[in-house]
């Protein structure tokens, strides 16, 4: 008797498979090796063809061939592994919720919202100075948390997901924040006090003329060697900050507060090291004061 052969199933080629995509909400991640072990769990896992694990955004972004599993079925071999993971339809809480430092003023609103809104795959941001806040609403087939927190930072600003388990941390970042802040007012006082007091005190006191008629060299009194030494650290050392954020804010044709400081600022100090040189250069006994 002769047995006719069984058919094979027929082999789809892997551009045939129409694959599905899932996005999963995964909780008790703590470190790189967390992800690495939910990526080898899910990548041996037949049917799977893609994983893509976010530790910052505790996401899972899984392609999959829907006729072999289904969305509960990735749920619970994460659950397996000792996680907590939970489906995200698509179209649903494709939205970030940042806690964004060093806006000060609505200018700084305006330059994040118009930044981000010209990202691929943000669909709305809305951005509050108040509570230093920002919700991003966006296409997870586009863009993603750190692209979203990255765009933010080369703004100049600082961004971390704002998370109610994280308030501590967010505190805490307000906190150093605040003593960083502290310490440069210090310094700066510390250095802008005594050229106040040269400019606009010492100089009607008798006993301190010696200070703006002794000259170092012609052009170049006592007085204005001492309020050059000074104002400089202040103007590179504490105000490079404001350098830097302006610098980013122009890159993205866009002027905010830090704008307007280092422009002031530094015109004023170009003028004032301008008027020295050519009082040394001329070998004036004093510095021009504009009166003839």
Known sequence: MELSPIPSEPVLNEKEIKWNKAVFSVSGMTCASCVSTIESCLSARQGVYSVSVGLIQERAEVKFDPAILTEKDIADEIESVGFTAHHIPFGENNQVRLHIMGMTCSSCVNIIESA?????????????????????????????????????????????????KNDDAQRE?????????????????????????????????????????VDLTPGLSLANFIMLA?????????????????YKALKHKSANMDVLISLGTTCAYVYSVFIIIVAIHNNQSSVPTGKE
């Open 173 to 213: 970042d307000q906190k150093e924040e605040l003593m960083r802040l502290r310490r440069s007012l210090i310094v700066s006082i510390s250095f802008a006090l005594p050229v106040f007091l040269l400019g606009m005190v010492l100089h009607k006191i008798s006993s301190f003329s010696i200070l703006f008629y």
């Open 230 to 246: 000074l104002t400089t650290p202040i103007q590179f050392g504490i105000g490079k900050r404001f350098y830097i954020n302006a």
């Open 116 to 164: 981000l809104s010209q990202e691929p795959g943000v669909v709305n941001v809305v951005v509050n100075l108040a509570t230093e806040t920002g919700n991003v609403t966006y296409d997870p087939d586009h863009t993603g948390t750190r692209d979203i927190i990255k765009a933010v930072e080369d703004l100049g600003f600082t961004a971390r997901p704002a998370d109610d």
